[in-house]
């Protein structure tokens, strides 16, 4: 307990497709997201969580903000239900197309409305871009420090915060406030919310902001598609790689990998 | 300053000397270079670092940045992206490649946004289409897809998977320019790096041969059986994510979306079922060879060689195989 009004905590929340669901064409290169549920990125309920048990902690407050279609407002909410404060929703059609450039700008521009913040909490990436560039790039349009990969947070006092950022080997990190985490899986398991607070959350507000609402903070042709440095050209699904494919079973397949990790050499 | 074109390559540090992947790197910006007409540059950042600048022309530089410092011996994200977004607005390279490695992909999208340019992450291959532009390829949704990926403005930046590149033959007769930089001040704007803390138990991206359990094993002490079969191959013990969040083994042996992505010679998957997660994360290895009882199980849609059977009986009767087939060998010879 160090302030008075504890910690001002926005966390990052990105909607994604469940990845074990999502159909691929491999004829056309098309991602057919609607066989798929969507789902709040994995990795950025542990950036939740995180944000929570801070508050739970130390007081404050947290506020969640994604970017995305009107339906990425389900994420918001069950974000509130989970214990946030506040939801905010970037959405309009001038930011839809954006590259990690565009969004990390989108993104840094309602942080910077928002005007009071501590801590910035991400995942490490997200299960449909992959890239996990998103996180650093906000922090750079800020001008705030980063920790990426953070699989725990040592200590946090009024002036900086203390983190383990996890890259193969592990580094300590001290950070001043205000900063900006991406978090890994490592970090906390995420807690769920409960049916109660899932209606009651059903109720609450999410505010939802578009390009012109940002304009005092990042100018729209920077934002969404135009804004974007780089295009995607082409999508290839690659059919299952070029594997043998051959199965073995019953009693001679001992002697059929054997002889395999022989003649290919593994057998020193 | 310069009217040539080239292609910047950073060259990360690790604690053995040079990263590998900085050879890699340099592999493929010499065959651009080449096809381009372009010269390849190199920068390498750290501590004590001077007497390696002369590896990166051996692998293809014609010209290093060596800056060497003992304030640049930590890792922060804010002193090497400041040195570097200041080289490469003074060198002005068309394409900035780093290695997609845990430090490059942390440290690559803060130099793109103080660029102001497009960066693509984890890259799987580039290549130069016939207006010379650079496609750049990599997976996306969990490794279900691969895009390909065009920037639109400079430098073309990109983080480069690990063994994916093939460095060219190191030939010491090679020359090259190195240039020495001693920057006054360095920067380090609100992080401390308190240091390593740990050392990772294996290093899997590095490793050629992984023994990797999931699911199908029913306790920790099971494990044993793969440490076996991998020390007969010279090998390491990998392990899918409900292993790791068992708590049976750490997160360094971890294969898959959310741990390592690796490409060894050979990656044996006992008791692996396949979630679109864990084929992320191997599905490049050169050889895959999968067991597992059930038929239907999706590793052996991407296996080379499957076994349907119960890992139970099959490895220790592989195992007892191949020592006396090692026996058998040592006699012999």
């Known amino acids: 307990m160090f302030m008075s009004n504890g910690l001002r905590i926005v966390v990052l929340l990105k909607q994604v497709p469940d990845i074990e669901k999502v159909r691929f064409d491999v004829e056309t290169g098309r991602i057919d997201r609607s066989s798929a549920p969507a789902e709040t990125n994995p990795f950025d309920l542990n950036a939740l969580e995180a944000a929570l048990q801070i508050k739970e902690k130390h007081g404050g407050e947290v506020t969640v903000i994604s970017m995305g279609p009107k339906q990425a407002e389900s994420s918001l909410r069950d974000a509130l239900a989970r214990g946030a404060d506040k939801a905010i929703l970037l959405s309009d059609p001038k930011l839809a197309g954006a590259d990690t450039i565009a969004t990390a700008k989108a993104l840094a521009a309602a942080i910077r409305k928002i005007s009071n913040y501590d801590l910035i909490l991400c995942g490490e990436k997200t299960v449909d871009g992959d890239t996990g560039q998103v996180g650093p790039e906000v922090a750079e349009f800020l001008g705030l420090p980063h920790a990426a990969y953070v699989c725990e947070i040592r200590e946090i006092t009024k002036e900086k915060i203390t983190v383990v950022s996890d890259m193969g080997d592990k580094y300590l990190y001290e950070l001043k406030l205000p900063a900006l985490l991406t978090v890994t899986k490592e970090l906390n398991s995420p807690r769920l919310p409960t049916l109660r607070d899932l209606l009651k959350a059903r109720r609450l507000p999410v505010e939802v902001w578009t390009a012109e609402d940002l304009s005092e903070y990042v100018s729209p042709n920077e934002l969404g598609y135009e804004g974007s440095k780089t295009r995607v050209v082409k999508v290839v699904i690659p059919t299952t790689e070029h594997r043998k494919g051959i199965i073995f079973r019953g009693d001679d397949a001992v002697e059929r990998i054997a002889k395999i990790l022989l003649e290919e050499g593994f057998v020193a | ?333």
């Open chain 2, 1 to 333: 300053m310069s009217e040539l074109k080239g292609i910047l390559v950073y060259a990360e540090v690790a604690e053995s000397g040079i990263h590998p992947i900085s050879f890699e790197l340099l592999g493929k910006a010499r065959e651009i270079a080449d096809k381009l007409d372009f010269k390849v540059w190199s920068v390498i950042l750290g501590h004590n670092i001077s007497d390696k600048a002369s590896e990166l022309i051996y692998y293809g530089a014609d010209k290093v940045y060596v800056y060497d410092d003992e304030r640049l011996r930590d890792l922060n994200v804010i002193t090497y992206k400041t040195l570097l977004t200041a080289l490469v607005k003074e060198i002005k390279p068309e394409i900035f490649l780093m290695g997609a490695t845990p430090w490059g992909r942390n440290l690559a999208p803060r130099i793109a946004a103080a660029l102001n340019t497009g960066l693509t992450a984890d890259c799987t291959d580039l290549q130069v289409d016939e207006n010379g532009k650079i496609i750049q390829i990599r997976p996306a949704f969990t490794g279900n897809i691969l895009a390909h990926i065009e920037t639109v403005s400079k430098p073309v930046m990109a983080t480069i998977r690990y063994k994916v590149m093939k460095p060219i033959e190191r030939n010491t007769r090679r020359k090259g320019e190195i240039i020495i930089r001693r920057p006054e001040k360095i920067e380090a704007d609100g992080i401390k790096c308190l240091g390593k803390i740990s050392r990772r138990e294996v290093n899997l991206p590095d490793a050629d041969v992984i023994v990797a359990g999931g699911r199908g094993l029913k306790k920790k002490e099971d494990l044993k059986l793969l440490e076996e079969l991998a020390d007969l191959l010279g090998g390491v013990i990998g392990a899918s994510r409900p292993l790791v969040d068992e708590g049976w083994i750490s997160k360094d042996h971890q294969v898959g979306f959310s741990g390592n992505t690796v490409k060894p010679k050979l990656y044996i998957a006992c008791g692996i079922s396949g979630s679109p997660q864990h084929l992320a994360g191997m599905r490049d290895s050169r050889m895959i060879i999968a067991i597992n009882t059930d038929p239907s199980a999706p590793i052996f849609r991407h296996a080379d060689y499957g076994v349907v059977a119960d890992l139970y009986e099959f490895i220790p009767r592989l195992i007892a195989l191949l020592k006396k087939v090692k026996k058998h060998g040592k006699q012999g010879s």
